[in-house]
């Protein structure tokens, strides 16, 4: 079935750095890859997302690329701040459904000051 | 515009019974879709409805069912219910669940399930 590998399980950055959390997914036909960010005990929020019509979005501090022919897609973060620690999850569509995603497995991202 | 709202917040139950959960999407919204988080298996979909009608389906047995109402509002039933079903049960709201940028899910805070 359908799937989206996420890479890595944990990162650890120093206040300032670069963080970036790489996805694969498996089915051709996804459209639509958003990111959500979820702090403890809190809801998933979105924080970035991209359709595939589109290679490279950037919202401030964040940055999402994709590459539709290796069907990997990236999270970038830049001068990462304390606030950034959190679980994030890419996902991506099955087919053109945005009601429908599988999400990755989610990376444990913390930023020490 | 007040967000997704879920009831209740937590719930205990034990092995064999069954459980209701409740969802009220974005006002607007017509797509809700349900998700299991687990820290082993991570967010995983259940199904998703749009105009009272189920749209998608995960790979979730049969237990797991759910419906939605003329107003959006959806719930989701567990029954004959099993350890591993303790999980936090999420769900998301969109316009329409089709393309375009209207439809960015938005999710509620949860039903923490404890199943003992």
């Known amino acids: 079935g359908e799937n989206v590998e996420q890479h890595p399980s944990t990162l650890s950055v120093q206040e300032g750095d670069s963080a970036v959390i790489k996805c694969t997914y498996s089915?051709?036909?996804?459209?639509?890859f958003p990111w959500y960010k979820q702090e403890l005990g809190k809801r998933p929020q979105l924080i970035i997302d991209i359709r595939s019509n589109v290679g490279e979005k950037k919202d401030q501090r964040i940055a999402v690329t994709l590459n539709k022919t290796a069907k990997h897609f990236s999270l970038h973060i830049t001068e990462t701040q304390p606030e950034d620690s959190a679980v994030y999850f890419c996902?991506?569509?099955?087919?053109?459904?945005?009601?429908?995603?599988?999400f990755g497995k989610g990376t444990k991202l913390s930023v020490k000051p | 515009k007040a967000g997704v709202t879920q009831t209740p917040r937590y719930l205990i139950k034990t092995r064999g019974q069954q459980v209701t959960l409740s969802c009220s999407p974005i006002?607007?919204?017509?797509?809700v879709s349900w998700y299991q988080q687990t820290p082993g298996q991570g967010l995983q979909f259940l199904f998703e409805y749009f105009s009272e009608t189920q749209r998608n389906k995960g790979n979730f047995p049969g237990r797991f069912s759910g419906r939605q109402f003329s107003n959006s509002r959806s719930e989701m039933n567990v029954s004959t219910l099993e350890l591993g079903d303790s999980a936090l049960y999420l769900c998301?709201?969109?316009?329409?669940?089709?393309?375009?940028?209207?439809?960015?899910?938005?999710f509620g805070a949860g039903t923490r399930l404890s199943v003992l």
């Open positions: 998301a709201s969109s316009f329409s669940g089709s393309g375009g940028t209207k439809n960015i899910q938005y």
């Open positions: 006002s607007g919204h017509r797509s």
């Open positions: 089915d051709s036909a996804s459209n639509y």
């Open positions: 996902a991506a569509s099955i087919g053109g459904s945005q009601g429908n995603l599988i």
